[in-house]
């Protein structure tokens, strides 16, 4: 049972213009949520995170927003780079263990 | 600095033989995981350990085993290697305290065929 889902599994985008990433959670125990960016034979490295008690988090060209009533978050990446260009995993955690769930991941393309 | 690093990078292995995959961090972090990585599901935690000389399993523990005798070091056995093991393995490591990310190593593809 899929707690975590990304329903997109890619995403184009043009150098420049703003990406868009969604998560969707069924859990309601989740009160923390990460973003985490891989590219291809390394490992996921940390993008951004935040709490539920927040419903906003900004760093640089990524913001974060949650909606804890939808169960949803998104990522906000402007400009979109071609550096930008990965796979990106939705994650949320549930207890101070720091166990995570995953989403399926989203590949984004920022083409030129 | 290193970070975290997996031994080894790639690996194909034959069905019903046995291998362990280490992990090692140089973030003197409490917490370390094992998650499997297979196409369309993400990531998903295989065990766990809070502390030197403790595990617990994730949500798919079943066919490995783990064992965390030193804090910096975290080992992944599989006993008798299934194809259905065959998949991307990698470790993570996290401080204590508050909700932090986690860092990755780089990876350990393994294939059983």
Redesign the interface.
């Known amino acids: 049972d899929?707690q975590?889902k990304?329903n997109s599994?890619s995403l184009s985008v043009q150098e420049g213009r703003i990406s868009i990433l969604n998560c969707d959670y069924t859990n309601s125990m989740f009160?923390?949520f990460?973003w985490?960016k891989k590219y291809p034979?390394?490992?996921?490295?940390?993008l951004i995170?935040i709490?539920s008690i927040k419903d906003k988090n900004e760093d640089g060209r990524f913001t974060v927003f949650l909606n804890k009533s939808a169960k949803h978050l998104s990522l906000h990446i402007v400009p979109s780079q071609p550096g930008d260009s990965a796979v990106y995993?939705c994650?949320a955690?549930a207890d101070s263990?720091?166990?995570?769930q995953?989403?399926?991941?989203t590949q984004v393309v920022v083409t030129p | 600095n290193a970070g975290v690093t997996q031994t080894p990078k790639f690996r194909v292995l034959k069905t019903g033989q046995s291998m362990t995959l280490l992990c090692a961090q140089d973030m003197n972090h409490e917490y370390m995981y094992w998650y499997r990585q297979d196409p369309g599901m993400g990531l998903r935690l295989i065990h766990y350990s809070v502390g030197e000389g403790t595990t617990a399993k994730g949500e798919v523990p079943d066919g490995y085993n783990v064992s965390r005798l030193k804090k910096q070091n975290f080992l992944l056995g599989l006993e008798s290697a299934a194809p259905s093991q065959t998949s991307v393995y990698f470790c993570a490591s996290r401080r204590s305290h508050g909700n932090t990310e986690a860092f990755f190593g780089q990876g350990t593809r393994l294939t059983v065929v």
């Open positions: 899929q975590v990304q599994p009160d923390y990460l985490y034979a390394e490992g996921p490295t940390f995170s709490s995993f994650a955690g263990w720091g166990k995570l995953f989403g399926a991941g």
